[in-house]
């Protein structure tokens, strides 16, 4: 049975740093492309970013880039998204997905076969 578990959440001033991680067990994450995705109050759940299993490809969105990295510890079955220069509009419950669609297709939320239960991330002063 695929489990993933995320940690890390946690409320935070705008321009600061946290790394989320995410427990992956029942699934090789070298045979699966990993998402983070995210979902604030009202809106729909949307990409943040992703890395292959087979390569380490990453692809963001256009509102993360330069400020979040995707890595993953392929020993220890675990995603990381370390967030710096925080910014209120990045307020939501952060969310891990694992596909075993390529990166081509990673922004998709359809394409996830599996999910784990969240954490909640808030950038406030």
């Known amino acids: 049975q695929v489990q993933l578990v995320e940690s890390g959440g946690g409320l935070v001033l705008p321009g600061d740093s946290l790394r989320l991680s995410c427990a992956a067990s029942?699934?090789?994450?070298?045979?699966?492309?990993m998402g983070w995705f995210r979902q604030a109050p009202g809106k729909e759940r949307e990409f943040v970013g992703a890395?292959?299993?087979?390569?380490?490809?990453?692809d963001y969105a256009d509102s993360v880039k330069g400020r979040f990295t995707i890595s993953s510890d392929d020993a220890k079955n675990t995603l990381y998204l370390q967030m710096n220069s925080l910014r209120t509009e990045d307020t939501a419950v952060y969310y891990c997905?694992?596909?075993?669609?390529?990166?081509?297709?990673?922004?998709?939320?359809?394409?996830?076969?599996?999910w784990g239960q969240g954490t909640q991330v808030t950038v406030s002063t």
């Open positions: 890395i292959t299993g087979t390569s380490g490809t990453t």
């Open positions: 997905a694992a596909t075993s669609g390529g990166i081509a297709l990673a922004r998709i939320v359809a394409v996830y076969h599996y």
């Open positions: 029942g699934l090789t994450f070298s045979r699966h492309t």
